[in-house]
């Protein structure tokens, strides 16, 4: 059975103490955050203030996933804020190694994400290092896109490099994940899967999240 982290992006902002409250009592096992700069992605989504509440209310750990440009500014205030694990893209650092070290010295676990176009050869070097490797099943930047059916082959050749290295790395999928690709993702080697859309569109968005985990349709 995956791990589940809906994507708090999909949520009613208006009455955000609700949905996190709902997540509180579900079978979700982390909140998904995702911070989009406008410049990284074509988006905007949320930052601090809002973290700092989600955190406040959030009763399981907070995977942040970072779509924004030099992620190393904001380490140690994403550590103040309460933040678990920090994922940061391959595409946006150039000292990859050393922010996943950083990330990891804070105390918080360390994730490298991968958009759907960078080849998984790119970890090599990085897979022993890292706490999470989240590969991007749509390109980053909006809720509810169409999965890309791609993924499932990067999924399978990232769990070989994971097993020939002998890495402890979580395998995280993230975009357009639904009740249909949701098995065959884990069939594949994914270990947690991020959904936004098919949660919180759904009519309970808790069964749901038991759906997805569960597998049953
Ligand atoms: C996309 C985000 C995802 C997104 C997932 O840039 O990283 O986490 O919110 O939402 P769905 O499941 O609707 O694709
Ligand atoms: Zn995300």
Redesign the pocket.
Known sequence: MPLLAP?LLSADFTRLGEDIEMLNQSEADWF?L?VMDGVFVPNISFGMPVIKDIARLARKPLDT?LMIVKPERYFEVFRDLGIDSLSIHYEAVVHLNRAVNQIKELGMKAGVVLNPHTPIVMLTDIITEVDMILIMSVN?GFGGQKFIEGTYGRVRELKKLIKDTGSTALIEV?GGVNFENAPLLTAAGADVL?AGNTVFSAENPSHAIKMLKNHKV
């Open positions: 994507s998904h995702d996933h980053p993230d991020v």
